[in-house]
């Protein structure tokens, strides 16, 4: 098959890009390195790699009608949430618009498509206080990011209903794993956590700690877009993507402290704007198509430390 992975050199990308090949497709990318590293992504040849913006509306309708891609998996975004509250309208084109136009490349110019897979979010739901978050219940989107994933999800949804656009859409919640960049204030906070331990420095807490999240490897990340991308049943549907349970962040910095032996400084500073206090996921819908997390938070942690130590040594 001809995959396009958008986003495909950054964190959870690169996952599936080595997956999609590791399986013999081929992959291609678009990618504008803005968060991304090529570096993540070394197996892509380069007449396969586009450092391109998915805004470039007439490029990307470019790309499709010439590739005729039989598979999408678009993770091409602004993904923190900060940024987008920050930058709501440039953060709009790219998490609203640029999706929009890929979908419409599809309709207008790829006969051959067989799935759009589209990277929603968690953060949909908002301060839900009903927990787990299921699929069936209300959302409440309470910043720019939360609002331009539902909207994303939706246009996905709607283009199969419309136009019989083969698409699914998936909301990841925490996910976490080797090739998380941990380099901004912004990024996901067990890259924070593990390279703050690593390199030994402290580790902020915005709030107590006590917050929760479904914190997902990034493996089982990619099994459940590998499932849903062959499966018919999953067609003009959305589906959380965790492990369905919660930990605190409190709890998650503990055990990585056991785990790796290590006593580091802690701040504990105002809670973020627009911050989430409890998050965790119902996977009943996914579990029915075959779906089970085979990371635990704790078998998650010890790969990822695994993973990164390695990085560290060079092995
Ligand atoms: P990431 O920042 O590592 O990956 C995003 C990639 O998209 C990067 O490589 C970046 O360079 C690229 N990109 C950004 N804007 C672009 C543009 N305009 N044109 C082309 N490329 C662009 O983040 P990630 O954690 O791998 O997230 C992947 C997707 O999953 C995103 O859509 C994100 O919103 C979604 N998501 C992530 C999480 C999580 O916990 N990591 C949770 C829910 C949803
Ligand atoms: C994350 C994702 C977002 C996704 C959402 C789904 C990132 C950067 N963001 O948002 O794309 O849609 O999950 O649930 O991956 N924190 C600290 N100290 C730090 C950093 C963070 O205490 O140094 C706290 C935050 O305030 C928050 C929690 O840790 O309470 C998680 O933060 P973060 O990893 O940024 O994730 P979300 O905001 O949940």
Redesign the pocket.
Known sequence: MNVLV?????????HVVEHYLNHGHEVFV????????RE?IPFVKAENFFE?????LDLVGNIIKEYQFDLII???????VVDTINNPVDSN???IT?TLNLLESNRLYNNNIKRII??????VYGNNTQLPNSIMKLVNPISP?AIQ?YAGEQYVKQYSNLYDIPTTA???????GP???PKSAYS?VLSIMQSSYLDEKPFTFFGDGTQTRDF?Y?KD?VQAISLVADSDNAIGHVFN?GTGKPSSLMEVFEFLGNVLEKDISTNFVNEREGDIKHSYADIQELSNLGYFPKYSIEEGLYSYINESTKKEIGV
Do not use: M, P, W
Request: proline share 0%.
């Open positions: 958008t986003g495909g050199a950054g964190f959870i990308g690169s678009i990618d504008n390195l803005s968060t991304g590293n993540n391109e913006d998915i805004c470039d678009h993770l091409a975004a602004v993904v923190s084109e790219v998490n640029a589209f990277a929603s979010s968690a953060a990011y994933k998936l909301r990841f919640f925490n996910v976490y090739r998380q960049d996901g997902v990034v990340v993507v």
